[in-house]
Structures are given as C-alpha cells and as structure tokens.
C-alpha cells in the first residue's frame, strides 16, 4: 500500500499545459489539487517548438491537455496523435473573438494579413475567460474537487480585474501620442486595442517568419519619422536586429518585454500577473517624460 503522501499524489489531477503563461493560469486554478506539467518551459518559444519524447509520455498520462489555440501549436495535433493518450483538450481561448492581423496593420501590408493573432493572453480582460474556461474543464474532470477549482478561480480572477485596473492606471500616465513601442514581434495586438497604445514589429505574429529588409527599412523610417523614443527586446528573440535598429535610429533600448513565456522564478516574470506588471512599468518608464513620473507607476 502506498503511504498516504504517495496516494494524495497519485490521485491529484494530471494536467498537461502547451506553455508556461497557460501552465500558471492552470496551477492557479487547481492549486494543490492538480499535478500540471508544462511542455514549453520558461523563456521558450512555443512558435517554433519542438517535442520530446517526454512530451508524449505526459500526454499519455495526462487528463486534461490545455492548448491556446488560434494556430499557435502548430506541432501540438501531431503529438497528441503520437502519445497514444485519450485526455481532454481543453481550448483556453474559447469564446475570444480572435483578432485578425489587417493588411495595412503595421508592417504586415505584405506578410500575415488575413491571419489570426494567438496572443489573446496580452488582453488581461482576456486572461480572464482563459481562467474560466480552465477552471470549467477541472470541475467537469474532477468534479470531487468542484468546490476547490471555483473558489481558486474565483480568488484568482479577482487578481486579474485589479491588474487591469492597475495597468489602465499605468497608461494613463502616458499623453496618447507618445504611446507608440517597437517590439521584436507582433505579439502585443491584443494589449494594444485593450489600452490604446500602438505597437509595431519587424517580425510577424510568429517567430518562424523572418523580416524581410523592406520591413525593417520601414520601421526605422517610422521610428525615425515619429521620433519613437525606445524599442524594446523580447525574452524569446535574438536581441541583435533590435540593437541595430536602436543604433540606426538613436532609439534608446527600452529593456524587455516578456510576450510568449514567463522566467523562471528569480527572473523578472515568474507568473502571467508579474510578467504583465514588468512589462507596464518598462513600456511607462521608457515612453514617461520624466522618471519620477514612471517610478509611481504599478509598484513592486
């Protein structure tokens, strides 16, 4: 017979999550009830992943396998098939109206227009029916534990409404026409029509697109036009076309942004809350007129 830590463990329910941002969402959700494993770890790029071997073998295990969605794993259907398993899939994303990358939209009048942005997660608002969704697919796989997925759910959701608050309050700060910000990808669409700021990217909704010279000819004109005063890194890109296009432009490097994949938990973005909170302060204190002014903002 199994000791007793052994047995509560065995019996927690086994969730798969696609990548680190959905990993949280999950571990929030189910807190000590669940076991979740994340596939794309942190500081990874869920666009152009790979699977291993392991990956198989959690789904095979797995109950529940959280995916995003909106054509963002794209080699997710091929694994599930190969792992043999029969876990639910549960699409975080249902009942979001995707956003459509637009011809005209930024740099993307040649490559990705028509296609559907996956980032839903960068709206906060967003990230609230991810929260529910997943808390949904819990209580009906685990209905023994309803009452503990709710009240996780609901405590956690609770966070999110005040962070959306915060981040608004942030923003305010920042006079409309100096809410412009140059990312390495265009990952921020959906943070972008929740909080009226602008962004642009040199590189597609996915990372496996490169820029073509013409892109980042257009951005430096833009930047150069608009005297956009910072670009910004992403944890899951090569820094290198970002620095040039600073050096080009004198564009100051406005730190990093997190978009994709949370840190590991001494880095600056261990969960979807603080990820979301670093970013706001760095967007602020790099596009502020003053310091003090971006030091008031979302405090640590």
Same mark, same amino acid.
């Given at each position: 017979?199994?000791?007793?830590?052994?047995?509560?463990?065995?019996?927690?329910?086994?969730?798969?999550?696609?990548?680190?941002?959905?990993?949280?969402?999950?571990?929030?959700?189910?807190?000590?009830?669940?076991?979740?494993?994340?596939?794309? %770890?942190?500081?990874?790029?869920? $666009?152009?992943?790979?699977?291993?071997?392991?990956?198989?073998?959690?789904?095979?295990?797995?109950?529940?396998?959280?995916?995003?969605?909106?054509?963002?794993?794209?080699? !997710?259907? /091929?694994?599930?098939?190969?792992?043999?398993?029969?876990?639910?899939? @549960?699409?975080?994303?249902? %009942?979001? +109206?995707?956003?459509?990358?637009?011809?005209?939209?930024?740099?993307?009048?040649?490559?990705?227009?028509?296609?559907?942005?996956? $980032?839903?997660?960068?709206?906060?608002?967003?990230?609230?029916?991810?929260?529910?969704?997943?808390?949904?697919?819990?209580?009906?796989?685990?209905? &023994?534990?309803?009452? &503990?997925?709710?009240?996780?759910?609901?405590?956690?959701?609770?966070?999110? &409404?005040? !962070?959306?608050?915060?981040?608004?309050?942030?923003?305010? &700060?920042?006079?409309?026409?100096?809410? /412009?910000?140059?990312?390495?990808?265009?990952?921020?669409?959906?943070?972008?029509?929740?909080?009226?700021?602008?962004?642009?990217?040199?590189?597609?909704?996915?990372?496996?697109?490169?820029?073509?010279?013409?892109? =980042?000819?257009? =951005? =430096?004109?833009?930047? /150069?036009?608009?005297?956009?005063?910072?670009?910004?890194?992403?944890?899951?890109?090569?820094?290198?076309?970002?620095?040039?296009?600073?050096?080009?432009?004198?564009?100051?490097?406005?730190?990093?942004?997190?978009?994709?994949?949370?840190?590991?938990?001494?880095?600056?973005?261990?969960?979807?809350?603080?990820?979301?909170?670093?970013? @706001? /302060?760095?967007?602020?204190?790099?596009?502020?007129?003053?310091?003090?002014?971006?030091?008031? +903002?979302?405090?640590?």
């Amino acid at each position: 017979m199994l000791p007793a830590a052994a047995q509560q463990e065995a019996s927690k329910l086994k969730v798969v999550a696609t990548f680190s941002i959905l990993g949280d969402f999950a571990r929030n959700v189910g807190g000590d009830r669940v076991d979740v494993t994340t596939l794309v %770890g942190p500081n990874g790029d869920v $666009h152009v992943y790979s699977p291993t071997a392991a990956d198989a073998e959690a789904i095979r295990n797995a109950r529940l396998v959280i995916v995003n969605g909106l054509g963002l794993e794209g080699w !997710l259907p /091929r694994l599930v098939k190969s792992s043999g398993g029969n876990a639910t899939t @549960v699409v975080a994303t249902r %009942g979001i +109206v995707p956003r459509k990358v637009a011809a005209g939209e930024g740099l993307s009048r040649d490559r990705g227009a028509g296609s559907v942005d996956p $980032h839903a997660w960068q709206s906060v608002a967003n990230a609230e029916i991810y929260v529910a969704n997943i808390r949904d697919a819990m209580v009906a796989a685990d209905p &023994t534990n309803a009452a &503990t997925y709710r009240a996780n759910a609901s405590a956690y959701l609770a966070k999110l &409404t005040s !962070l959306d608050h915060e981040v608004r309050k942030a923003l305010a &700060t920042i006079p409309v026409e100096r809410r /412009r910000v140059i990312s390495t990808h265009d990952a921020f669409g959906y943070f972008a029509a929740a909080y009226d700021i602008m962004f642009m990217a040199p590189q597609g909704v996915s990372t496996e697109t490169e820029p073509s010279a013409r892109d =980042i000819a257009t =951005i =430096i004109a833009q930047i /150069r036009k608009e005297k956009i005063p910072a670009v910004f890194l992403e944890n899951i890109s090569d820094p290198r076309l970002m620095r040039q296009i600073a050096s080009e432009t004198g564009a100051a490097i406005g730190g990093t942004l997190y978009s994709d994949s949370l840190t590991g938990e001494n880095g600056p973005a261990p969960s979807y809350i603080e990820m979301v909170r670093h970013n @706001v /302060r760095t967007i602020v204190r790099a596009l502020a007129n003053s310091p003090a002014l971006s030091s008031r +903002v979302i405090q640590e």
